[in-house]
């Protein structure tokens, strides 16, 4: 079947779903497959649930015409995505970055929408499935697109511009996340540089940081750019400290005010005045912009402060690598913070640089004063300078509840697969 074909089908029921305890009835499940499991197998399950169409890539598994066989479930899911991607004339707009893309999204998105009906990445939809399935939630109504791109290796920002196809682009900072799969700084930097690549190819813009001169280099004959930061930008801020929560002095003409976040942290800064350069560049006024990030509230463990008992929690555990870490702790040890103590779990995909990296963050750890500081997972095995380690962060979680504290602030971050946040639920209260 033509793309084309497949197309008609999906306006008429317009509801995609790859997993058949999700299926609603009337829509088209894809079957896709992956290193462990053949999605093929699940599709007589989707008919009978109320699919209206199955589509697979093993044509053993067609019973009748409900069943659409094409050569491969996943290129069709990105073509299909493509395909529909290209009946809007509309801004969409790509993020990627090593840090802070998801916080960067969510806040364009309440700016955005404060004054456009914006669509935008669910979650972290933002892999191989994520960003078409994103593309293909995409309704008639659209006035802007938001599409988060996260990738691990070189080529693969690419392959999501190939199928989004862009007209703006945002690169939050190239940090050390990855690095297995990238090779180091310089393949992070390649890596994320794809989207300014198609971008480039394209004539399309660029919103950039001016706080980070690599960006600068990285953007090289990009004709349209937009730029923010602290200094030599078109829209200039600054951050105020002093509190948990971050506070930002914008000071472009016309656009002078302060903005209260519910933001932990000066890292946020610029994910902050990304949002406010794409709002000032679409025409929102700097008050409505003002309203839409001071409203924004993070969730899924991302830089959530939290109440728990008479401790006070800064949960951070659903992304961690050596730049956000030192972010991280840096910020919340200049905070004006009782009983602060650390819960760290460790990092995942370093490559060879795992250990250099983890000896580096404790070192960076041990030069401030904490009531007591956790670290979790192999990582930091042979690595703890006298502080508290556990192989696991369920080992972790049996001492916090052995041992809780009370009246602290804790800082609580690691990577997704330290499953940190099983900390958090050991503490009473």
Not at 267 to 273: E, I, K, L, S, T
Not at 340 to 369: F, R, S, T
Request: include cysteine; charge should be negative; proline fraction near 3%.
């Amino acid at each position: 079947m033509e793309i084309a074909e497949l197309y008609e089908l999906y306006l008429q029921q317009p509801s995609i779903q790859t997993d058949t305890r999700k299926l609603q009835e009337g829509g088209l499940f894809f079957a896709l497959s992956g290193a462990n499991f053949d999605g093929n197998v699940f599709a007589k399950q989707a008919i009978e649930k109320g699919a209206a169409y199955a589509v697979i890539d093993n044509a053993t598994y067609a019973e009748d015409d409900r069943y659409i066989v094409v050569n491969n479930v996943l290129t069709t899911l990105q073509q299909l995505a493509n395909h529909h991607r290209r009946t809007f004339d509309i801004p969409f707009i790509a993020i990627t970055g090593s840090n802070g893309k998801t916080t960067t999204k969510e806040l364009l998105a309440a700016v955005l929408g404060s004054q456009f009906v914006t669509y935008a990445t669910e979650g972290n939809l933002n892999n191989h499935i994520g960003v078409p399935l994103t593309l293909l939630k995409i309704k008639r109504d659209a006035q802007m697109a938001i599409i988060e791109m996260g990738a691990n290796h070189q080529r693969e920002i690419a392959s999501y511009c190939e199928i989004t196809e862009p007209t703006h682009g945002l690169i939050t900072n190239c940090g050390k996340a990855h690095i297995e799969g990238f090779g180091g700084i310089e393949g992070v930097r390649k890596g994320k540089g794809e989207l300014y690549d198609y971008l480039r190819a394209h004539d399309g813009i660029i919103f950039r940081n001016t706080d980070l001169d690599y960006l600068h280099e990285m953007a090289h004959d990009i004709r349209q750019q937009i730029t923010y930061g602290s200094a030599g930008a078109t829209y200039i801020g600054k951050p105020l400290t002093g509190d948990v929560f971050l506070k930002v002095a914008t000071l472009s003409s016309h656009a002078e005010t302060t903005i209260d976040t519910h933001l932990v942290g000066a890292y946020n800064f610029p994910n902050v005045m990304a949002a406010v350069a794409a709002g000032l560049h679409f025409g929102i006024g700097i008050d409505e912009i003002k309203a839409a990030i001071a409203a924004y509230n993070p969730d899924n463990s991302r830089s959530q402060w939290l109440q728990k008992g008479s401790n006070r929690i800064i949960l951070d555990a659903y992304n961690a690598n050596p730049s956000s870490m030192r972010a991280a702790i840096l910020n919340f040890a200049a905070a004006d913070l009782p009983n602060k103590m650390l819960w760290i779990g460790g990092m995942k995909e370093m490559g060879n640089d795992e250990e250099q990296e983890h000896q580096e963050l404790v070192a960076l750890i041990a030069q401030y004063e904490w009531q007591e500081v956790i670290l979790a997972g192999k990582e930091f095995k042979g690595l703890q300078n006298g502080y508290n380690w556990f192989e696991t962060s369920a080992d972790a979680a049996a001492y916090v509840k052995a041992n809780p504290p009370a009246n602290s602030a804790i800082l609580i971050k690691g990577s997704r697969g330290s499953k940190m946040e099983t900390l958090l639920e050991a503490l009473p209260g």
